[in-house]
C-alpha cells in the first residue's frame, strides 16, 4: 500500500531535503500535503506532465477569479486556487521521483509552470487592487493604472532573470559562464540574506503567504508596489552576478590559453 510516508521517503534524498529546508512553507506545510495530494495518482497511469498541467490551471483560475471579483471572499478563493497550484506543483515531482520518470522536457515543463503561477499572482493582484479601496489611495497622486503596469512589469522582472539562465544553459559551453548562471539559483550555498530573497520571491512561499493578508487589510497596492521594486532589484542583482561570473571565466579561460601556449613554446625550445 502506498502511504505520504512511504512517498517522502521515496522521494526525498538527503540533498533535497537540505534544499528544500530553506523555504520552510513548502518544506513544512506545502510538500507533506502534497503527499497526500499524489496517493492517488500513483495507482493511476497519469504522468507528471498530466499533473503540471492541471497545476498550471489551478493558476490560471486563481487569475480569472481575481481578475473578475472584487470581494476580500472572492479574493480569498483565488489564493486558494494558487495554494493548489502549490500542491500539485509538488505532486507532479513526487510522481517523477517515485516512479524515476525524468525527462529534459519535464524539467522545463515543470518550470514553466512556476512561470505561470508568477504570472498569474503578480498580474491578477495588480488588476485586483485597481479595482478594489485600497490602503494608499488617499496619499498617491498617480492613476490606479499603474497598479495594473506594475504587476505585469513585476512579473518581466521577475522572470527575465530566470529566462536568461535557462538560456545560458542550453546555448553557452558549461566552461563559460552556465557557472555563473546557475550560482544565482545554487541553494546548496545560499547566505542568509539570499535565503530571506528566495523565500519572499517564490510563489510556493512568500509571495503566497504575504498576498493572503494583503487581501483581508485591502493592502493589495503595497504587495503590488513592493513586488515591482524587489523584482526590479532582483533581476538587477541577478544580472549583475551572471555578467560578472561570465567576465571573470573569460578571464581565467584566456588566462589559460595563454599558459597553455607558454608552454607549447617551451617544449618546442
Known amino acids: 500500500m502506498i502511504t505520504p510516508r512511504k512517498i517522502a521517503k521515496e522521494t526525498m534524498h538527503k540533498d533535497k531535503k537540505r534544499e528544500d529546508r530553506i523555504r520552510p512553507f513548502a518544506f513544512y506545510i506545502g510538500r507533506p500535503i502534497s503527499y497526500v495530494f499524489t496517493v492517488p495518482f500513483l495507482?493511476?497511469?497519469?504522468?507528471?506532465?498530466?499533473?503540471?498541467?492541471?497545476?498550471?490551471?489551478?493558476?490560471?483560475?486563481g487569475l480569472v477569479i481575481n481578475s473578475i471579483f472584487t470581494t476580500a471572499l472572492m479574493l480569498s478563493i483565488g489564493w486558494v486556487m494558487f495554494l493548489m497550484w502549490n500542491i500539485f506543483d509538488g505532486v507532479d515531482g513526487n510522481i517523477a521521483r517515485y516512479k524515476k520518470q525524468f525527462s529534459k522536457f519535464g524539467n522545463a515543463f515543470d518550470a514553466m509552470g512556476g512561470y505561470s503561477c508568477i504570472v498569474c499572482i503578480l498580474f491578477s493582484t495588480g488588476i485586483a487592487a485597481y479595482h478594489t479601496p485600497c490602503v494608499l489611495?488617499?496619499?498617491?497622486?498617480?492613476?490606479?493604472i499603474a497598479l495594473i503596469i506594475c504587476g505585469g512589469f513585476a512579473v518581466i522582472f521577475n522572470i527575465f532573470p530566470r529566462l536568461?539562465?535557462?538560456?545560458?544553459?542550453?546555448?553557452?559551453?558549461?566552461?563559460?559562464s552556465v557557472s555563473g548562471a546557475e550560482s544565482v539559483t545554487d541553494k546548496k550555498h545560499y547566505s542568509f540574506i539570499k535565503?530571506?530573497?528566495?523565500?519572499?520571491?517564490?510563489?510556493?512561499?512568500?509571495?503566497?503567504?504575504?498576498?493572503?493578508?494583503?487581501?483581508?487589510?485591502?493592502?493589495?497596492?503595497?504587495?503590488?508596489?513592493?513586488?515591482?521594486?524587489?523584482?526590479?532589484?532582483?533581476?538587477?542583482?541577478?544580472?549583475l552576478v551572471?555578467?560578472?561570473?561570465?567576465?571573470?571565466?573569460?578571464?581565467?579561460?584566456?588566462?589559460?590559453?595563454?599558459?597553455?601556449?607558454?608552454?607549447s613554446r617551451g617544449e618546442i625550445q
Open 164 to 176: 536568461m539562465m535557462y538560456f545560458i544553459r542550453a546555448t553557452v559551453d558549461k566552461s563559460e
Open 137 to 144: 489611495d488617499p496619499y498617491l497622486p498617480w492613476d490606479k
Open 242 to 263: 551572471m555578467f560578472r561570473t561570465k567576465k571573470n571565466a573569460e578571464a581565467e579561460m584566456n588566462n589559460e590559453k595563454v599558459e597553455s601556449a607558454s608552454e
Open 43 to 61: 495507482y493511476t497511469k497519469i504522468t507528471p506532465n498530466m499533473v503540471t498541467v492541471i497545476s498550471i490551471l489551478f493558476a490560471v483560475a
Open 195 to 239: 535565503i530571506i530573497i528566495l523565500n519572499i520571491m517564490s510563489p510556493a512561499d512568500g509571495m503566497l503567504l504575504l498576498l493572503m493578508p494583503a487581501i483581508w487589510l485591502n493592502a493589495l497596492d503595497i504587495f503590488t508596489y513592493a513586488y515591482f521594486l524587489l523584482s526590479f532589484l532582483g533581476m538587477m542583482a541577478s544580472l
